[in-house]
Nanobody, 128 residues
Framework: QVQLVESGGGLVQTGGSLRLSCAASGRTFSSYAMAWFRQAPGKEREFVAAISWSGGSIYYADSVKGRFSISRDNAKNAVYLQMNSLKPEDTAIYSC?????????????????????WGQGTQVTVSS
C-alpha cells in the first residue's frame, strides 16, 4: 500500500510555469513506477507523463512533450512534474499515481488501469 499526496497547483497565466510535487508514504516508493494524469471538467482522465523506478524510462503525452518534465527523488519519496509554457488547455486537476505492476513502466503506461494507487489531485488553472 502506498499513499500519495499532491501539492503545487495554483493559478498561473498563459506561458507561466508550475512545479507539482507528489509525496509518497507507505511501502517502498522506489518499488513503483509513477505517473501523472489530469482531468479537465467534462473530459476523461488523460495521461500526462510516466517514469520508471530509476528514472531511466520516461514517457510523455504528445500534448505536453517539450513543455513538461517528470522526475523523481527516491530518497525523498517524491515525484515531480515541472510544467513550463502553460496553456489554458492545461487547466485540470492533476493527480499522481503508482503502478500496479511494480517498478517498471507498463506497456500500457498511458492507461489509468496500469495504476493502483492515486492521490487526491491538485488543481492547475491557466488563465488566458
Amino acid at each position: 500500500q502506498v499513499q500519495l499526496v499532491e501539492s503545487g497547483g495554483g493559478l498561473v497565466q498563459t506561458g507561466g510555469s508550475l512545479r507539482l510535487s507528489c509525496a509518497a508514504s507507505g511501502r517502498t516508493f522506489s518499488s513503483y513506477a509513477m505517473a501523472w494524469f489530469r482531468q479537465a471538467p467534462g473530459k476523461e482522465r488523460e495521461f500526462v507523463a510516466a517514469i520508471s523506478w530509476s528514472g531511466g524510462s520516461i514517457y510523455y503525452a504528445d500534448s505536453v512533450k517539450g513543455r513538461f518534465s517528470i522526475s523523481r527523488d527516491n530518497a525523498k519519496n517524491a515525484v515531480y512534474l515541472q510544467m513550463n509554457s502553460l496553456k489554458p488547455e492545461d487547466t485540470a486537476i492533476y493527480s499522481c499515481a503508482a503502478s500496479r505492476f511494480g517498478a517498471v513502466v507498463s506497456a500500457i503506461y498511458y492507461s489509468h488501469t496500469s495504476y493502483g494507487y492515486w492521490g487526491q489531485g491538485t488543481q492547475v488553472t491557466v488563465s488566458s
